[in-house]
């Protein structure tokens, strides 16, 4: 399983960006969560959003509820997070991760799959 993020970059506070997650040897089960977390430095990694891939629920984060949408194309195995109205406390390593329980879905634990990371800057 392969998890390849992108999209990231610097940007200044008010500004919008759009990550994207793509997937490889993974198979979307249907019951299972995708999500994005996120890690500042000196600070825990933290869930930030997640989907679940069979019935398209989602789950956010409170400091990014109503800011943040996170999204899937299931023909094309690849996760989007769209960011809006960033602030600086969103400056981040931002991170995909696959096959996840989604009662827990913010808990980094029930995640098996990770991606590299991409870095988000606001200023």
């Known amino acids: 399983v392969q998890l390849v993020e992108s999209g990231g970059g610097s940007v200044q506070a008010g500004g919008s960006l759009r990550l994207s997650c793509a997937a490889s040897?993974?198979?979307?089960?249907?019951?299972?969560?995708m999500g994005w977390f996120r890690q500042a430095p000196g600070k825990e990694r933290e869930g930030v959003a997640a989907?679940?891939?069979?019935?398209?629920?989602?789950y956010y984060g409170d400091s990014v509820k109503g800011r943040f949408t996170i999204s899937q194309d299931n023909a094309k195995q690849t996760l989007y997070l769209q960011m809006d109205s960033l602030k600086p406390a969103d400056t981040a390593m931002y991170y995909c991760?696959?096959?996840?329980?989604?009662?827990?879905?913010?808990?980094?634990?029930?995640?098996?799959?990770w991606g590299q990371g991409t870095q988000v800057t606001v200023s």
């Open positions: 040897g993974y198979t979307y089960s249907g019951s299972s969560c």
């Open positions: 989907i679940f891939t069979g019935r398209g629920l989602t």
């Open positions: 991760a696959a096959d996840g329980w989604c009662p827990n879905w913010g808990d980094v634990t029930q995640y098996p799959y």
